[in-house]
């Protein structure tokens, strides 16, 4: 199955439902649905949908990076915070929206683990934003990765254990709709693999929902690169994101950055939903990456 993203943002159901349109000139029938605002009334979205029948494949439910990393208020990235009142209206915001949403029949729910608490989180970000961007810093990379990446791993433990509680409530709450977990697109993320093993061994009915930018960059970064992700978690592989990467940016048009996308088609199993995401509102990049991945054998 493929598909394409739409992203319920600051531009409101119009841009949305123009999104839409375009996904299905160009042959899309099926849509991830992105949601990164909480708050958002959501009655009318639903209504739309099924008047233009918008088969929503998943519901992808992240935040901002700005909005991620305040740590007072509650979000969907926040399962894992370490304010338990934070962490569980965060997972309550979760369902409240995926049962606002249940009408438009959506496959899978995609959450993400959120941040690590770390002083200094925004800093260290941007520094880390800049060796992505940087060209000529190969061999000081490990040196300054070293400098700026310092997780409180007793943290990291308290926070991953009240994610998995939150996971425990969001699961019971919305059976039998499955849910999957994203990579982070930063060392700060509290899913690297041997946490994201963890909630995976605890909560044994999780799925992996790939992302090819964010391993990308964690990979650029010093972590494990794609195939590593893929082999370790190939057997709750439900979904993969396919975006190029520029840097340390992602959602460019797959055949526009640095990823090897023919390398990825021969590990994905036929049954792999396949969702190409581009930030780009006038089509010339989604069709270039439809023909790109049709090109090499992922479409």
């Known amino acids: 199955m493929k598909a394409i993203t739409v992203r319920l943002d600051d531009g409101g159901l119009d841009v949305l439902l123009k999104r839409v349109r375009m996904g299905q000139e160009l042959g899309f029938q099926k849509f991830d649905l992105c949601i990164s605002n909480p708050q958002t009334a959501l009655g009318r979205i639903v209504t739309a949908l099924k008047d233009h029948s918008v088969g929503v494949t998943a519901l992808r439910l992240k935040e901002d990076r700005h909005a991620a990393f305040v740590t007072r208020k509650p979000g969907y990235s926040k399962v894992g915070a370490r304010d338990a009142r934070i962490s569980e209206r965060s997972a309550e915001m979760i369902i409240e929206t995926a049962n606002q949403l249940a009408p438009v029949k959506p496959g899978f729910i995609v959450l993400e683990g959120g941040y690590i608490h770390t002083t200094g989180l925004n800093e260290r970000q941007l520094q ?70 963890h909630v995976f061994d605890d909560l044994r009915g999780l799925g992996y929902w790939h992302c090819t930018s964010n391993v990308a960059i964690l990979h650029k970064l010093g972590g494990p690169d794609a195939r590593d992700w893929i082999h370790r978690f190939g057997p709750r592989l439900k979904g993969v994101y396919l975006e190029d990467m520029l840097g340390g940016h992602g959602e460019q048009a797959p055949g526009l950055g640095e990823i090897d996308f023919e390398q990825l088609a021969p590990e994905l199993a036929q049954g792999t939903v396949r969702v190409m995401v581009v930030n780009d509102d006038k089509g010339t990049k989604l069709r270039f990456g439809n023909e790109y991945l049709a090109k090499v054998g992922i479409f």
């Open 128 to 197: 880390l934003d800049e060796l992505l961007d940087c060209d000529e810093c190969d061999e000081t990379t490990a040196e300054r990765l070293a400098e700026i990446v310092n997780v409180d791993e007793a943290l990291a433990e308290q926070q991953l254990e009240s994610f998995c509680r939150g996971l425990h409530a969001i699961s019971k709450a919305l059976s039998p709709l499955p849910i999957c977990l994203l990579p982070p697109d930063s060392p700060f993320g509290l899913l690297q693999p041997d946490r994201m093993q």
